[in-house]
């Protein structure tokens, strides 16, 4: 029976190794399906930045309406007419309105494009994942066959030195 044990024990690590190879790729892929939900995760608060910084920008927009309303009226009330340096100050407070407005929207894009980047990051770790899945499975079926070919020629030799 003991040159029999030999093709079972090739076969058993045959077998042990493929299960050993699936394991490792629902790991893989477990972890390619946790990047995947990430990245979307990431692309949605990209979106959300973004729409948040639309508003903060148009919130900024109204902020600077209302000091130039403010400064017209000023002006209006001291008096002083709407011309010479009234009329370059007030041109410079909304000057310095609208650059406000629009770093708003710069911080905003940028804050979008960071997330978006790292979105696109966790799907090359999916890609990643799910390639060593498939690598561990052909790692799986060569050790696999090794196993098969070791049992057969441990059993093959010992026959040939029993005959």
């Known amino acids: 029976m003991g040159p029999e044990l030999m ?21 893989a892929n477990a972890r390619a399906q946790a990047n995947q939900y990430n990245a979307k ?4 608060q990209a979106g959300i930045e973004r729409s ?9 927009r109204r902020k600077g309406r209302q000091v130039l309303g403010a400064q017209r009226a000023g002006i209006a009330q001291a008096g002083i007419g709407f011309t010479g340096s009234a009329v370059d100050i ?14 708003i929207r710069y911080e905003g894009e940028l804050r979008s494009t960071g997330l978006l ?6 799907l090359y770790e999916a890609d990643v994942n ?9 790692a799986a079926y060569i050790n696999a066959g090794s196993a098969l070919i070791g049992g057969a020629s441990n059993y093959y030799g010992y026959k040939a030195m029993t005959t």
């Open 90 to 103: 007030m041109e410079q407070s909304a000057d310095l309105a609208e650059l406000d407005a629009l770093n």
């Open 52 to 60: 948040q910084a639309n508003a903060r920008e148009e919130q900024q």
């Open 41 to 44: 995760v990431k692309e949605m």
């Open 130 to 138: 799910r390639m060593a899945g498939r690598n561990a499975m052909k």
């Open 117 to 122: 980047a790292d979105a696109e990051a966790e």
């Open 7 to 27: 093709l079972i024990g090739g076969a058993v690590q045959a077998v042990g190794a493929i299960q050993a190879g699936q394991a490792q790729k629902a790991e």
